[in-house]
C-alpha cells in the first residue's frame, strides 16, 4: 500500500496568492532581520524570531491543506496495440513500416507472458487477434489495411477497462483523428516506434477544402495545401481537373519541410453532383506517389430558385404571396396575374387583360424546365388558351418539377381541372362537372393540423406537437374552402375544414400534398391563407405564421434537402481502399413519422448504380438506423443507399480515393508517442530493435482506497500556537528597544 501526498491553499486564489503573501512575508522577514547594536546573544533569538514569525503568518494566511490519498499496487493486464493503418505501408528502400515489427511480433507471441497478453490492431478501431493468429502467420496480423489511425481516442475507450494495468503501443505515430492527447488515460501506456528506413521522401497534397456547395455557373472555391519532405525546395506544378479535363495549372513554391496553400476557382456548369481533382506530377523519388491526387465532390445547385407565379386576378392573398416572393433574395419571381377578368369587359381579348400579353408558348414549352416551381394561384387557364400546356406541366411534375395550386373561385372544380392532365399530378380529387356553387364552402373555419402529420415540415411551426397544434387555433381563422372530394392515393391531407365532409363522410382537405414521380405537388384550398399575417397580428397573435409556412412549402416542393423526410450519411466524405464505411440513416414516411422497428436495408452502391455491399438493419424508435459497408478496393465516386424493400428513401455519395487523411501526411511522429509514455508514466522505445522482452513492460495498476484530508492549522491549539509566536517576537522585540 502506497501513499500519496498533495498540497493545496486555502487561501483565494490557491497557489498564485500564496506565492505572492510568500515573497511578500520573505522580504518582511529579510527587513526584519537588521537589527540595532546588541549582542549576538541577543541578535540571533531576534532573528530566529522574526522569521519563526513570518512563517506562522504565512501558515495562518495561507492555511495549508493536505490530502493522503492510499493506493493499492497490483499487477494488471498488459495489451498489445499493433498499428496495421495503411501509413505502415509506407516503403523506404524496399521495406515497409510494417515488415520491421513482424520480427518482435513473432518474438513476443513467442515469449512465455504471450498468453497473458491482450492483443489488439488499431486502425479506425480496435480490432481483437488470437494469440494463435500472430504466432501462424505475424505477416497477415500486421498487414496495413485500416484507413486511418486513431490512435487516442482508440486508447482513451481502452483505458476504461478496469483489469487493464498498461498497454504497450506499436506503431509509426501518425495520428489521424486529431484529438489532443489527454493529460491521463489512467493506464500506464508504453510505445515502441516504428521509424523509416531512411528520411522519408515526399511530395504530397496534405488537405482539401472546397465549397460543398456551389452555384451553377457561380464562381465556386476550392482550397489545397501542399507539403514536400526530403526532396529539398520545389515547384510543384498542380492541375485542378473535372471528368479527367484539365481547368486550370498553376505552380505553388513549396520550401522543404514546409507548407504552401493555393487556391482554385471554377465554375460548375451542371445541375447535381460533380466530382473535382487536384494533382500534383509525381517524382520518380517520392515515396508515397498516392497522395499526389485528391478529390472532392461538390453539390451544384442555382443561386437562386426560379418561381413562376401566375395569378387570375388581384386579390389580397396573391399580394400577400407576390409580397412573400419578391422579399426573399433566394427567389427570382417569375409573375404574371390577370387585372380584368373576361367577364369585366367582354369587348376585350383575352389576351389583352394581362398586365402583360401572357407569352404562354414561350413560357410553358420553351422556358418550363428552367423553373423550380410553379403557383397557380385562382388561375382559370381556358380564356388564355392553356389547354394545351397542361400536358407538358404535367409531365414538368413527373420530372422533378413543384407544383402549387392555391385556392379561390377560379381553382380545382372553378377552373374546371378536373378532366385535364393536370389533374393526374394533383393531390386532391376533383369534380367532372360543377354544379352551381358547389365549388365553394362559404364562411369562416379555423383548419385542423392532422394530429398524426404535425411534424411534417409544413405543419412543424415549433418543435414541440402541442405547441405547433396551439399556435394554429391562436391564428386568424380563414374564409371560405374550395370544395374537394379528398386526396389522392398517395397523397396525404395535412389540415382538413372542421366541419365540411366530403362525399364519403370524411374531413375535407384544405391543404393537401403529395409526390408524383420525382416532382411535388401541392394543394391549397382556400384564398385566405393571408389571414395569417396582417389580421393575426391585429389581434395580438404570431404574424410569422404566415411566412414560415410559405418558406417551408417552397423549401418542400422543391426538395430542400434539409427538409426531406428520409436521410443517409457518411462519417466521412472519403475513403481509402477497403475502408470501413460507418453509414447512418434515418427512416421516416411521407408524412414525416418515423419507420419503427422495420427493417431496412444499407447499399453501398459503385458508379453504374449496381450493389457492392448491403447489410438489413432493423430501426429503432426513432426510425434510425447504423451500419458498416465495406468500401472498394477501386477508388471513384460511390453512393449508400437507405431504402425499405424496393423503395429507395435516400441516397448519399462518398469518394474512395488512395490518398485520403491516413496518407495525406504520412511523416512518422515519435514525438507524439514520447509525450504519450511521459504523460501516463510509460516507456518510451526509439527503435523497433530495441525493444525489450513483454516482461520488461511495467504493468502494474493503482486502486485509490480514499482520500483523507489533514488541515491542522485550522485547529485551535496551532493557531493559538502560532498567535503565540508572533505575540513573543513582538514583546522580546519591545523589551530590548528594537522597533
Known amino acids: 500500500m502506497v501513499t500519496e501526498w498533495q498540497v493545496g491553499w486555502g487561501v483565494p486564489g490557491g497557489l498564485p496568492v500564496a506565492v505572492a503573501l510568500g515573497i511578500l512575508l520573505l522580504v518582511v522577514a529579510v527587513l526584519g532581520s537588521r537589527v540595532g547594536a546588541l549582542t549576538w546573544s541577543r541578535k540571533l533569538p531576534l532573528i530566529a524570531l522574526r522569521w519563526l514569525s513570518a512563517l506562522s503568518a504565512f501558515v495562518l494566511a495561507t492555511q495549508p491543506t493536505f490530502w493522503a490519498e492510499q493506493k493499492r499496487s497490483e499487477d494488471g493486464q498488459l495489451a498489445v496495440v499493433l498499428d496495421v493503418s495503411r501509413s505502415m505501408g509506407i516503403a523506404t528502400d524496399g521495406k515497409k513500416r510494417s515488415d520491421q515489427v513482424e520480427a518482435l511480433l513473432t518474438r513476443w507471441a513467442s515469449s512465455t507472458r504471450a498468453g497473458q497478453v491482450r492483443w489488439l490492431t488499431l486502425g479506425d478501431t480496435l480490432e481483437p487477434v488470437e494469440l494463435r493468429a500472430i504466432q501462424q502467420d505475424a505477416h497477415a496480423v500486421l498487414l496495413p489495411r485500416a484507413p486511418a489511425s486513431a490512435l487516442t481516442p482508440m486508447l482513451s475507450e481502452l483505458a476504461r477497462n478496469d483489469d487493464l494495468g498498461a498497454v504497450v503501443v506499436v506503431s509509426d505515430g501518425a495520428d489521424t483523428s486529431g484529438v489532443p492527447l489527454p493529460k491521463d488515460l489512467g493506464a500506464r501506456v508504453h510505445t515502441v516506434f516504428v521509424p523509416d528506413q531512411r528520411a522519408l521522401r515526399d511530395d504530397a497534397i496534405a488537405e482539401v477544402r472546397a465549397d460543398a456547395v456551389a452555384f451553377l455557373h457561380g ?49 460548375p456548369l451542371d445541375l447535381g453532383r460533380e466530382v473535382y481533382s487536384l494533382r500534383i506530377e509525381v ?59 373576361v367577364h369585366d369587359l367582354t369587348m376585350s381579348d383575352a389576351s389583352d387583360l394581362a398586365l402583360i400579353p401572357f407569352p404562354t408558348d414561350e413560357l410553358f414549352r420553351q422556358h418550363l424546365t428552367s423553373f423550380d416551381l410553379i403557383l397557380l394561384q385562382d388561375f382559370d387557364y381556358a380564356p388564355y388558351q392553356m389547354g394545351p400546356y397542361l400536358p407538358l406541366i404535367r409531365d414538368y411534375v413527373r420530372q422533378g418539377g413543384g407544383l402549387a395550386m392555391i385556392g379561390g373561385s377560379l381553382s380545382f372544380d372553378g377552373g374546371g381541372y378536373a378532366e385535364t392532365a393536370l389533374a393526374e399530378v394533383l393531390p386532391v380529387k376533383l369534380r367532372a362537372t360543377d354544379p352551381a356553387g358547389a365549388h365553394v364552402v362559404e364562411g369562416p373555419f379555423a383548419p385542423e393540423p392532422v394530429s398524426s402529420l404535425v411534424h411534417h415540415p409544413l405543419l412543424e411551426l415549433y418543435p414541440d406537437a402541442a405547441q405547433t397544434l396551439a399556435a394554429f387555433r391562436a391564428l386568424e381563422p380563414l374564409v371560405g374552402a374550395n370544395s374537394l372530394l379528398g386526396v389522392r392515393e398517395g397523397a396525404i391531407a395535412l389540415l382538413e375544414h372542421p366541419k365540411a365532409r366530403t362525399p364519403h363522410g370524411e374531413r375535407m382537405p384544405v391543404l393537401a400534398v403529395g409526390s408524383v414521380n420525382r416532382g411535388r405537388v401541392l394543394a391549397l384550398g382556400t384564398d385566405t391563407s393571408w389571414h395569417w399575417s396582417m389580421p393575426t397580428a391585429g389581434k395580438g397573435g404570431d404574424p410569422s405564421a404566415y411566412d414560415r409556412f410559405w418558406d417551408r412549402a417552397i423549401r418542400w416542393l422543391t426538395r430542400d434537402p434539409l427538409l426531406e423526410p428520409s436521410s443517409v450519411t457518411t462519417e466521412q466524405e472519403a475513403y481509402g481502399p477497403g475502408a470501413r464505411v460507418v453509414v447512418a440513416g434515418l427512416a421516416r414516411d411521407e408524412g414525416y413519422r418515423a419507420l419503427r422497428n422495420v427493417e431496412l436495408t444499407l447499399t453501398l452502391l459503385d458508379g453504374e448504380g449496381r450493389p457492392h455491399d448491403q447489410r438489413n438493419e432493423r430501426s429503432d424508435d426513432a426510425g434510425r438506423v447504423k451500419s458498416v459497408l465495406s468500401a472498394p478496393t477501386r477508388p471513384g465516386v460511390y453512393a449508400v443507399k437507405l431504402s425499405r424493400g424496393d423503395v429507395e428513401l435516400a441516397r448519399a455519395a462518398f469518394l474512395v480515393e488512395l490518398s485520403g487523411v491516413e496518407l495525406a501526411r504520412p511523416a512518422p511522429r515519435p514525438k507524439l508517442l514520447e509525450e504519450l509514455a511521459k504523460r501516463t508514466g510509460g516507456r518510451f522505445v526509439k527503435r523497433v530493435t530495441d525493444a525489450p522482452e513483454l516482461d520488461a513492460f511495467d504493468a502494474t495498476r493503482s486502486t485509490a482506497l480514499g482520500i483523507e484530508r489533514h488541515a491542522p492549522f485550522g485547529e485551535p491549539p496551532w493557531a493559538t500556537f502560532l498567535f503565540a509566536v508572533i505575540a513573543l517576537e513582538w514583546i522580546v522585540r519591545r523589551r530590548w528597544g528594537q522597533s
Request: no cysteine; charged share 30%; glycine share 8%.
Open 283 to 341: 517524382d520518380g523519388e517520392d515515396d508515397v506517389p498516392e497522395n499526389n491526387e485528391r478529390s472532392f465532390l461538390v453539390r451544384v445547385v442555382r443561386d437562386r430558385l426560379r418561381v413562376l407565379h401566375v395569378s387570375g386576378r388581384p386579390s389580397w392573398d396573391q399580394r400577400f404571396l407576390r409580397g412573400f416572393l419578391k422579399r426573399d433574395p433566394s427567389i427570382d419571381l417569375i409573375s404574371f396575374f390577370i387585372l380584368r377578368s
Open 219 to 267: 464562381e465556386a472555391k476550392v482550397h489545397a495545401t501542399l507539403a514536400s519532405d526530403g526532396l529539398g525546395d520545389r515547384d510543384l506544378v498542380v492541375t485542378l481537373l473535372r471528368a479527367g479535363r484539365t481547368l486550370a495549372t498553376r505552380s505553388v513554391h513549396v520550401p522543404e519541410g514546409k507548407e504552401q496553400a493555393v487556391e482554385f476557382g471554377f465554375q
